[in-house]
T-cell receptor, first 112, second 115 residues
Framework: DAGVTQSPTHLIKTRGQHVTLRCSPISGHKSVSWYQQVLGQGPQFIFQYYEKEERGRGNFPDRFSARQFPNYSSELNVNALLLGDSALYLC???????????FGPGTRLTVT | GENVEQHPSTLSVQEGDSAVIKCTYSDSASNYFPWYKQELGKRPQLIIDIRSNVGEKKDQRIAVTLNKTAKHFSLHITETQPEDSAVYFCAASIGPGGGADGLTFGKGTHLIIQP
């Protein structure tokens, strides 16, 4: 059974640009959550999606948005990138919003 | 919202000794408390979790204790080994899936096992 997959693995962007990160959940999992992990800190919750609807949102600006597709994969979009957006972005999937989460390997975003 | 404090930020122990990492949380509605191990450049891996109806849980060399009254929980690793070296995170939430507020993590403890 494949685990949670994320793409790309790494990317480098310039301030002001836009970025899209992708996540494929474990087969059968219908809920996806996104977390931002700045170097030296714990992951911080950004969004949770379930059945294509946003179920929760953390304390992040409107530059951050996400969506979930009919196949339960998800995209995280960040507009007008700032240097402070440099982080490891983790996706976690679960059967349902209340079920155990499994983390993907993450996407390392560097903003220069 | 929930706030999780974790101590110490760095812990160095001799191989074979025990290590204890402590966390406190603020929201009395939280009832799920996982611990994650993260090696450099890797994803967080769940190593043990505890729910509020249980005071202690063990899995081989790892144990977690929970004091709901005091709102604190601890990770205990006995007979430490070099492969235990990593960053450990505690977290709290209303349930395993995190709910509408997700999992709230502590800032992490860098555990160093000295040979």
């Amino acid at each position: 059974d494949a685990g949670v997959t994320q793409s790309p693995t790494h990317l480098i962007k310039t301030r002001g640009q836009h970025v899209t990160l992708r996540c494929s959940p474990i087969s059968g999992h219908k809920s996806v959550s996104w977390y931002q992990q700045v170097l030296g800190q714990g992951p911080q919750f950004i969004f949770q999606y379930y059945e294509k609807e946003e179920r929760g949102r953390g304390n992040f600006p409107d530059r951050f948005s996400a969506r979930q597709f009919p196949n339960y994969s998800s995209e995280l979009n960040v507009n007008a990138l700032l240097l402070g957006d440099s982080a490891l972005y983790l996706c976690a999937s679960s059967l349902a919003p209340t079920a155990l989460q499994y983390f993907g390997p993450g996407t390392r975003l560097t903003v220069t | 919202g929930e706030n999780v404090e974790q101590h110490p930020s760095t812990l160095s122990v001799q191989e074979g000794d025990s290590a204890v990492i402590k966390c406190t949380y603020s929201d009395s509605a939280s009832n799920y408390f996982p611990w994650y191990k993260q090696e450099l450049g890797k994803r967080p891996q769940l190593i043990i979790d505890i729910r509020s109806n249980v005071g202690e849980k063990k899995d081989q060399r790892i144990a977690v204790t929970l004091n709901k009254t005091a709102k604190h929980f601890s990770l205990h690793i006995t007979e430490t080994q070099p492969e235990d070296s990593a960053v450990y995170f505690c977290a709290a939430s209303i349930g395993p899936g995190g709910g509408a507020d997700g999992l709230t993590f502590g800032k992490g403890t860098h555990l160093i096992i000295q040979p």
